[in-house]
Antibody, heavy 121, light 106 residues
Framework: EVQLVESGGGLVQPGGSLRLSCAAS????????MSWVRQAPGKGLEWVST????????YYADSVKGRFTISRDNSKNMLYLQMNSLRAEDTAVYYC??????????????WGQGTLVTVSS | DIQMTQSPPSLSASVGDRVTITCRAS??????LSWYQQKPGKAPKVLIY???NLQGGVPSRFSGSGSGTDFTLTISSLQPEDFATYYC????????FGGGTKVEIK
């Protein structure tokens, strides 16, 4: 059974930093690209970042580029999101998601339960 | 970025109704479209990928259609467990989601 378990969320002041983690199990982690998707309270879904299966390629939304860093440790089946210079608008539930390619199409087939990040003074 | 516009933002329906949700892309995305269902306090769950392919384990009352810029998610006979918010998402370029459609009980 595929499981994705996020951790590391919490309350942080504007300008602060936080590191999110996602523990993956139930699939060959090193074979899949992984992503972070967030959802502000009462709002829709926003893609944040994706990392390739090897970790050699990373992609970011313009809203977080230069402030967030995605990384992975395939030996530990772990995905990370280092978030620096946090702003109030970064307040959201952050989901870890497994990306799959099927019939040439990319989509997110499994999601974690999410971890809440609150940026406030 | 490609903008995804869903309509309606919300709808009220009864159990057994046929429900249709539309999603329009700001440019052609071929069939690079997925649909997700999200219940309150839960993570999204994929229903449809490549515009019309049913994800494994998803009931056959869900179907998707469309290509290019216009897409549709149809629930043929609404069940109590289908009351949720539905999102479309394009993967033609940097992923973007529609604003969501909340399906409520009439």
């Amino acid at each position: 059974e595929v499981q994705l378990v996020e951790s590391g969320g919490g309350l942080v002041q504007p300008g602060g930093s936080l590191r999110l983690s996602c523990a993956a199990s139930g699939f060959t982690f090193s074979s899949y690209a992984m992503s972070w998707v967030r959802q502000a309270p009462g709002k829709g879904l926003e893609w944040v970042s994706t990392i390739s299966d090897s970790g050699g390629s990373t992609y970011y939304a313009d809203s977080v580029k230069g402030r967030f860093t995605i990384s992975r440790d395939n030996s530990k089946n772990m995905l990370y999101l280092q978030m620096n210079s946090l702003r109030a608008e970064d307040t959201a539930v952050y989901y870890c998601a497994k990306r799959i390619a099927m019939a040439g199409m990319l989509y997110f087939d499994y999601w974690g339960q999410g971890t809440l990040v609150t940026v406030s003074s | 970025d490609i903008q995804m516009t869903q309509s309606p933002p919300s709808l009220s329906a009864s159990v057994g109704d046929r429900v249709t949700i539309t999603c329009r892309a700001s440019q052609s995305i071929s069939s690079y479209l997925s649909w997700y269902q999200q219940k309150p306090g839960k993570a999204p769950k994929v229903l449809i990928y490549a515009a019309s392919n049913l994800q494994g384990g998803v009931p056959s009352r869900f179907s998707g259609s469309g290509s290019g810029t216009d897409f549709t998610l149809t629930i043929s006979s609404l069940q109590p467990e289908d009351f949720a918010t539905y999102y479309c998402q394009q993967s033609y370029s940097t992923p973007t989601f529609g604003g969501g459609t909340k399906v409520e009980i009439k």
